[in-house]
């Protein structure tokens, strides 16, 4: 096997053996007293059975355990810890010491928050603050959201939503979106790209319980601002998967589109799990004026028990002049993920334009 063909580390290996020496060595520099050995030895135990955030509430329970020292004390060690790390993603582990053991000081526990968001991210410890004083929290999030410091700021948004992928829903704002709106506006023409995807990202999440109340929002919005419109265009992208009409409007594709879909091929028509599938057709315009068009294709999984579930992917957005065509083209390899097991059996493919289904295709995954 090449080197290029080798499967790449696990994401848990970010918390490695070696990881944990270098967290036990900057440790040593940063508080001499240190115990590394007894740190190291707790840290490893068991260390393959875990999962990334697992290791990395390992590496905070360690911490704790060796450090002789009060809660504020030893958030002076951490701060001065920070920004020795080598990996943005290992710091996250010293807010999550803040949310583990700092609840009995709110004041002293976000402004350390605050601090260490600026070396990784406070996203998932802020979220405990959130769950037991949400006000509160979110009066000073509110704050962050004019930050001159953009981590700062996107903690604000980050922190704030409803449903962030690896730690658990805020049942309140997921209710009522309205609770974390202020910060949402505050950011809505952020010039940080950092920040921008965070409030795309809040919105898309309430898209999922209240999808009107975003449309709402976003048709209020001035899209003059570039930083805003593209906020709007990909705070939407699940509702256009899903052809809402008034999301495709938004980003000027609300028509229906006058074209036609011809020459659809799926190639190679029979595939066994690890290949690749190539997805192609021409877009032809029927009408002379110009149109401003979303395509997308959907593939109709086999799941176990036989029946079929959609998911919808997307390809391109463009502006097709009158009487014209376009060549579309997309290859996908069909591969086992952590999101999505795949089934023997005939796999439809679906193209679809403005969110209507024009034409549809299909391929054999083979047992």
Known sequence: MTAAEQPAPALKEIFNAERLKHIATEMTAVYPAFDAKAFL??????????????????????LHAVLPLSYEESLEVLRALAPRLNSG???????????????????????????????????????????????????????WS?????????????????????????????????????????LR??????????????????????????????????LENR?????????????????????????????KPEVEIVGVKVEPAVIRLGQKISLSFTLKSTVPDSQRLVIDYAIDYVKANGSTSAKVFKLKALTLPGHSSEFVSRSQQIKELTTRRHYAGQHAVHIMVNGERLASSAFEILP
């Open 41 to 62: 030895k707790m840290a490893n135990d068991g260390l393959a059975e875990l999962s990334i955030m697992q290791r990395m509430a390992r590496v905070s329970e360690c």
């Open 89 to 143: 993603f290992v710091s996250i582990s010293l807010p999550h010491y803040v949310a583990m053991y700092g609840a009995h000081s709110f004041e002293q526990s976000m402004e350390a928050l605050k601090y260490f968001t600026t070396f990784g991210s406070s996203e998932f410890a802020i979220r405990h603050f959130l769950r037991s004083d949400l006000e509160r929290s979110l009066a000073l999030m509110l704050e």
């Open 146 to 186: 004019g930050d001159e410091n953009e981590h700062v700021r996107r903690l604000a948004s980050e922190g704030s939503r409803p449903r962030l992928p690896w730690s658990f829903r805020l049942e309140p704002i997921q209710a009522d979106p309205t609770l974390a709106a202020a910060i949402l506006d505050n």
């Open 189 to 222: 023409a952020d010039e940080s790209l950092y920040v921008r995807k965070s409030v795309a990202n809040h919105l898309n999440d309430i898209t999922k319980d209240h999808p009107e109340w975003v449309l709402d929002l976003i048709e209020g919005w001035s």
């Open 227 to 255: 930083h805003t419109a593209w906020i709007a265009k990909h705070a939407l992208r699940s509702l256009i998967k899903q052809g809402n009409q008034r999301a495709l409007a938004v980003i000027g594709a609300g028509g």
